[in-house]
């Protein structure tokens, strides 16, 4: 059978986040002197690399964090920028157009799980206006859901990206052996992108259909206190 995605194979495209905005999601955990700091959040990558010590002092100043943390903080934040950069101008293969998206997230006492497809020709698309209406859609009021779910994905888009600079460069090396083969990258969720776009059809969008609600409805679940300090519990015991 020939493959349908040949043509993507003849004509890359240059790196950058599917997105409107092509941001970096940074993601930091830095432990010093049995005190841990924990944050995740995006960057652009075109601000003067003299914001990052800027942002490290004043995060530890307003959280009234030990002054060693600026250091660490800077260094992390700059070494993953440093990484996204690296791969600006290098060719990529968008191999799947639409690929599954998962989210298995708590933020605080709210636990969220759901599964759905992105369009990665859509680079206008919008993770936080995305996460906006699911929060506003599953009657969700924490302020800090929405920013963790429009991260996620964003980090998710990342990873996908990174796989696809991969991949052109194994398809440079190897033209003749690789040419004609499908592409199919497996996803975060477990599943092949190829095997969700069946499922759901060849519509580029994240709206379910309503046959399909019982299968990827999205989970929402209020935890108790209690609830919520064991699995703190269990997280840090993981953690160490």
Not at 36 to 52: M, Q
Not at 182 to 200: H, R
């Amino acid at each position: 059978m020939k493959s349908q995605l040949a043509p993507a194979y003849r004509h890359p495209v240059k790196f950058r986040m599917p997105t409107a905005d092509n941001l970096v999601p940074i993601r930091l955990d830095i432990e010093i002197d049995s005190q841990r700091y924990k944050d995740a959040f995006t960057w652009n990558p075109s601000d003067p690399d003299s914001e990052v010590a800027v942002f490290a002092k004043k995060t530890v100043k307003d959280l009234k964090l030990p002054t060693g943390f600026i250091t660490q903080i800077a260094q992390s934040i700059q070494s993953q920028l440093t990484e996204f950069r690296s791969y600006e101008g290098q060719d990529m293969i968008v191999g799947e157009k639409i690929v599954p998206i998962k989210l298995d997230l708590r933020i605080n006492q709210t636990l969220i799980r759901d599964q759905f497809l992105w369009d990665l020709n859509n680079t206008e698309s919008d993770p936080e206006d995305f996460a906006k209406t699911f929060c506003a859609d599953m009657g969700i009021e924490d302020p800090e859901v929405g920013p963790a779910i429009a991260f996620a994905i964003r980090e998710q888009l990342y990873e996908i990206a990174v796989q696809n600079v991969t991949s052109a460069k194994e398809i440079k090396l190897n033209k003749k052996g690789r040419r004609g083969i499908e592409y199919i990258p497996v996803s975060k969720a477990g599943v092949t992108a190829v095997d969700l776009a069946k499922l759901f059809g060849s519509k580029s969008s994240v709206i379910r259909k309503r046959k399909d609600w019982d299968v990827f409805e999205p989970i929402v679940d209020i935890l108790s206190n209690e609830e919520v300090e064991a699995l703190e519990a269990k997280e840090d015991r993981t953690a160490r």
